[in-house]
């Protein structure tokens, strides 16, 4: 069966620090990788997507930045927070042409 | 661009009665979209609900049904009588398997009352 965890369930952080967060699957081969976010009353936006190790597309910029180091493996960062950062990210993936997405269970990201 | 659009919330209904929650989609630049519902439990994560590929089919799940209309470009979700464990948010989404893009509406809280 495969599996989507992510990292870390919930960050409290201060406006100007950096962020790591993470997400791994398990238990398929080469899926395609995506990042949504939730700010808080709002819509899902996609922010990246990833059909291959070492290959990120962005979709919004909102000065953050993934990246892919491993097959099962999608990281989502910055150096610097802002305050509008502050939401619900996801990590999902999909195989083949019909998109269905399979989700994380997300972080929670508060910037203070 | 690609943008759907869906009822706004909360939805208050109670036990046995009818459901709709109103989906359009406008697929600027995407030829064949694919068309998604998807539903958040509380303290669950978000997961696919129903999903329709082809023009003129429906998709059932749950006793929910949805039919993907390319002449209105709407994708309705439709329930006979709802339970009140149906409460939940659920989000209408359209995809494309050329651009990787998944885009979804703003989400419809519901809420079924016993």
């Known amino acids: 069966a495969q599996t989507i965890h992510q990292w870390p369930v919930a960050e409290i952080k201060a406006v100007g620090s950096p962020l790591s967060l993470g997400c791994t699957i398990k238990g398929k081969s080469s899926p395609n990788l995506y990042w949504y976010w939730q700010a808080t009353g709002g819509t899902l936006q996609q922010l990246f997507y990833?059909?291959?190790?070492?290959?990120v597309e962005s979709v919004v910029q909102l000065n953050l930045s993934a990246s892919r180091p491993k097959d099962d493996q999608f990281i989502l960062s910055t150096e610097k927070l802002l305050l509008s950062h502050s939401g619900f990210y996801l990590c999902a993936w999909s195989l083949g042409v019909e998109n269905t997405l399979y989700f994380g269970a997300g972080t929670r990201l508060s910037v203070l | 661009g690609d943008s759907v659009t869906q009822t706004e919330g909360p939805v208050t209904v109670s036990e046995s009665e009818s459901l709709i929650i109103n989906c359009t989609y406008s697929a600027t630049s995407i030829a064949y979209p694919n068309l998604f519902w998807y539903v958040r439990y509380p303290g669950e994560g978000l997961q696919l609900l129903l999903k329709v590929i082809t023009a003129g089919q429906k998709g059932s799940s749950r006793g929910f049904e949805a039919t993907y209309n390319k002449e209105t470009t709407s994708f309705h979700l439709q329930k006979a009588s709802v339970q009140e464990s149906d409460s939940a948010v659920y989000y209408c989404a359209l995809g494309s398997s050329n651009t990787n893009k998944v885009v979804f509406g703003t989400g419809t809280r519901l809420q079924v009352l016993p």
């Open positions: 990833s059909i291959t190790v070492g290959q």
